[in-house]
């Protein structure tokens, strides 16, 4: 991991982990504050994943971070090297970490944005959570370009 990429990851893990404490402060747990018509900020504990899969089973949650820590760190080097790569993995590592550390030390994850866009009320999640999918789709469009190949780092 470059440099830059490990000190992206720290702001990511530092960002998601102070706007949880601040929302927690200000909004009382299971309480929500509308921000605006289908945008609220809710706070929840979440036990499991997504739609609260799995829930009351951290280990593996845990678990799961932890590998895909190792194969993110593991296959970073086989990536080119390039500012958008670069983001991508600083953005699924911070992301992953910070809801690890959730998990280590409270034993859940602290959610807070809630949307509700065209009648869907999507699952509430956090900082965290949009980081590790913003990397995985930078991710996928590396793979799909070909430049998860081992190619000659630049």
């Keep these: ?29 299971n309480e929500s504050l509308t921000i605006f018509k289908g945008f609220s900020l809710t706070v929840v504990h979440n036990f499991g994943g997504a739609w609260s899969i799995f ?11 932890i590998i895909s820590l190792i194969f993110l760190i593991r296959f970073m080097f ?5 500012i958008r790569n670069n983001i991508a993995f ?9 809801n690890l550390a959730d ?9 807070f944005l809630d949307f509700t866009i065209f009648g ?3 699952p509430i999640f956090n900082i ?8 995985v789709i930078l991710l996928i469009y590396a793979i799909i370009k070909g430049e998860d190949k081992n190619v000659k780092n630049n």
């Design 78 to 82: 086989s990536f080119k090297n390039n």
């Design 90 to 98: 600083a953005l699924t590592t911070g992301g992953i970490i910070s």
């Design 120 to 122: 869907y009320d999507y």
């Design 128 to 135: 965290a959570d949009v980081s590790i999918v913003l990397g």
């Design 1 to 29: 991991m470059s440099k830059k990429t490990f000190i992206i990851a720290i702001i990511i893990l530092i960002i998601d982990q102070l706007s949880k404490s601040i929302i927690e402060i200000y909004i009382p747990l």
């Design 55 to 65: 829930a009351n089973m951290s280990y593996l949650f845990i678990l799961f971070s």
């Design 103 to 111: 998990r280590l030390f409270l034993g859940y994850v602290r959610d």
